[in-house]
């Protein structure tokens, strides 16, 4: 048990989540997987292939190449997608990040299988898991990568194998100018923004190392055309089925549980730290406006450090730390309106407006300003608010807590445009068709 639980690709990972998401959720990651080991239940799937094959990381295919070079097998003549019809997309990815994860990765996959095409995916440290995946397929998609020993393994084995290789991005990691002008992170601090700066290097190697890359937002595309010369295409993200199955049972235990109630209160959702520089592009807004009543309750979802809000503010503020997806749409729904500030930034010009969807599937109306991609999903006055300056926070909040009903109206449009025009619909909007060519052709 020692062996399986103190393994180099193990600490890796630890070390990954603690950088993403807090020394709090890594270890309870760890103690997870700690007692699913211990009951017997941890293994991977692949396990039994692996346990003859020491742990090699980037290695770990030298010896078959070697075989393959000696015997003359090494070169495949066609593409797999050239000499067959069917299509099977081996996705490899870093998902760490649950709701990367979700978006990028677990939906894409659902897209995909509902168009009949196989996906695969796998975490690009499960090296056994990812080398398997490789093997029969005919596309190669990677998310979110970096330059490592695995990865620059993966594209060998993939350009062995004559396999069109995409890369996928939600944010401009790759970027030193948007990281060195991201108010976020003046929160996270110098030693972690030094880190990821020394880090973008790595992935613009990926990306330029690809056939096309794909991101989730035009303002994502227009910046990395700056650095990287390959075709730059869109994908955004959606609510896929399950979000709006998740949704629509969080809707139904809110209204049961809110009926009646005569407080207005407004979700401020943080995925990530150091967003609470955006919080305070608006603080002073949200104090007025809390201010106005006894009954309007600010609600924090996820990571935010209470001790930046002002001392009058914090005995006002509800939280709730993120502990999954449904447990998360099931606060968002018990609120009245969601507000998403953003400092104005290059890095966050890229953001998607994920958030927003979120709030739509449990319709709960979203105030958002016009930073990222987010005011091109909101439909002014119908399905949320665009907000901007000093100022317009608190009035277009007091606007909708003075009206109730009108603002679950609002909610009401917000769902139903999720589910029409936000969905995972393959309409251009949503994923340029290069992208299904790229797959389907």
Known sequence: MINALFRWSLLR???ATVQHEGLAHALEKARIYTTMIWRGTGRSAVSSIASDVPEQGGHYLTGTWRMLAQSDAFHVTRAPAVQSRRRKIALIGDLNLPQCRKYRVEQLAQFWRGRNVEVVFAHYQDVPRCVHAL?????????????????????????RLRLPVLYDLDDP???VSAYEGYCNMKVVGPALQAQFVAQAPGYLDMMNGADIVSVSTPA?????????????YLRRNFADQSTLKSG????????????GSAQFRVAFASGSQGHEADFDVIRDDVIAFLDGADTRV????????????????????EVHEFSGYASYLHHLAQTDCAIMPLADDMFNRCKSAARVLDAAAVGVPAIVGSVSDMAQVVVPETTGVIADGAGAWCAALNRLAHDKSATRAMGRAARKAVETRWSGKAMPHMIAPELLDWVQG
Do not use: N, W
């Open 220 to 232: 994502l595309a227009q910046h990395a055309a700056f650095y990287c010369p390959r075709p730059i």
């Open 298 to 317: 600010l609600v924090l979802l996820g990571h935010f450090d209470k001790s930046r809000l002002p001392a009058a503010l914090r005995a006002r503020v």
């Open 135 to 159: 093997q029969d397929t005919t596309h190669l998609m990677e998310y979110r990568l970096t330059a490592t020993a695995e990865t620059t393994m993966y594209r060998y084995e993939a350009r």
């Open 248 to 259: 629509q049972q969080a809707m139904a235990l809110a209204m049961k549980k809110r009926a």
């Open 173 to 175: 990691l790759f970027s």
């Open 13 to 15: 990972k630890f070390c």
